[in-house]
């Protein structure tokens, strides 16, 4: 039942404010695609626009070869994830599943017993066997989110939305759930748009990222190509951790400082230039950059030291070893030197 989802040149505005601006995008069938930015960036707008839940005022939204712009929510046939779940208080978990089907027209509604069957095949699919009979308030917060996403796959819908479908479940339950969609995305080959603003969560789900920013699209790619080769610096901090160096760059090669060269520079920069390092990108040495050791604590496995330099824009955050001399010695107060491996270069 996929089909590709384009949209294209997406025009929307909330009185002055501009929420989509020109965004185009393409999700092949079957793929996974997360959309990814901050609070106000358009994502969850993109998602309600492609729903049929917000008019646009340009650009249209195509089902395959189908135009869906004018087409009402009913006709374009979504399966959409909620993440407040939406769940049916007074239904137990099979009538939640059923409510689409039960829901359609006389002349397009299944028979009862296709119904049943259909529904207890995707409460197995969502390894809720057995509690087909509780409702919302007996059932977790995980398993409330299964239910939502067995009714969005009831109708065999030819999109499937999900709008921050973790977002009210807590960080363990949340990491469980990312492996377990993924696992059945795999399984199932619907055409989805998943919306998220966490980073780690697009990264590990997605077959790829549209990220966007103030309602235009900045970047879409695999999660190697969008960490590795950033298109901005916004997309740079936005998808990992990055400490912000200042430097120059000539002839492809950065200076920071006086006499620091780093050769291993990403980005077509000439001239001043704002170097994003990421903290695994930068150690501490025995020459290199200059600064002070302004704070130290456990990091996972290893130490996260914060050192202010006259380089750098913020704190430098460096990850280390317990075990290394050179973070031993690195208490606050004391000047240290940075070597930088690589970085990303952006006009300054």
């Not at 996929?2 to 929307?12: H, M, Q, R």
């Not at 748009?193 to 103030?214: C, S």
């Not at 302004?294 to 280390?320: F, K, N």
């Amino acid at each position: 039942m996929s089909v590709a989802l384009v949209v294209e040149n997406l025009e929307k505005r909330f009185g002055e404010f501009p929420a989509l601006r020109g965004v185009s995008l393409h999700v092949a069938p079957g793929e996974l695609v997360a959309l990814l930015g901050p609070s106000g960036s358009g994502k969850t707008t993109l998602l309600r626009a492609v729903a049929g839940l917000e008019q646009t005022e340009g650009g249209r939204i195509l089902f395959g070869d189908q135009d869906a712009t004018g087409l009402s929510l009913r006709d374009r046939r979504i399966g959409f994830v909620f993440q407040h779940y939406a769940l049916f208080a007074r239904m137990n978990a099979f009538e939640n599943v059923a409510f689409g089907l039960r829901a359609r027209p006389r002349g397009q509604r299944p028979p009862d017993s296709e119904i049943r069957a259909r529904v207890s095949a995707l409460l197995d699919l969502v390894q809720l066997r057995g509690l087909e009979t509780r409702f919302p308030a007996q059932l977790s917060g995980g398993q409330k989110q299964r239910v939502a996403l067995a009714r969005a796959l009831a109708i065999e819908p030819r999109v499937l939305l999900l709008d921050e479908p973790f977002g009210a479940l807590d960080a363990q339950v949340r990491r469980d759930l990312r492996r377990w969609l993924r696992d059945l995305h795999q399984r199932t080959g619907h055409t989805t748009l998943f919306v998220t603003h966490d980073q780690e969560e697009a990264m590990e789900l997605a077959d790829r990222v549209a990220i966007l920013n103030g309602g235009l699209l900045e970047q879409v790619g695999a999660p190697d190509e969008i960490y590795e080769n950033p298109a901005s610096a916004f997309v740079c901090e936005f998808t990992g951790e990055a400490n912000r160096f200042l430097g120059r760059v000539r002839g492809g090669r950065a200076t920071i400082g006086d006499a620091f060269d780093l050769p291993h520079m990403r980005g077509p920069v000439e001239g001043d230039a704002a170097l994003l390092v990421r903290p695994a990108d930068v150690a501490l040495a025995s020459a290199g950059v200059p600064g002070v050791v302004s704070g130290r604590r456990r990091h996972g496995a290893g130490l996260r030291i914060e050192i202010e330099s006259p380089h750098a824009r913020g704190i430098v955050e460096v990850d280390a070893r317990p075990d290394d001399a050179l973070a031993q010695a690195a208490r606050i107060g004391a000047p240290v030197f940075l070597h930088v491996a690589r970085a990303h270069a952006f006009p300054a």
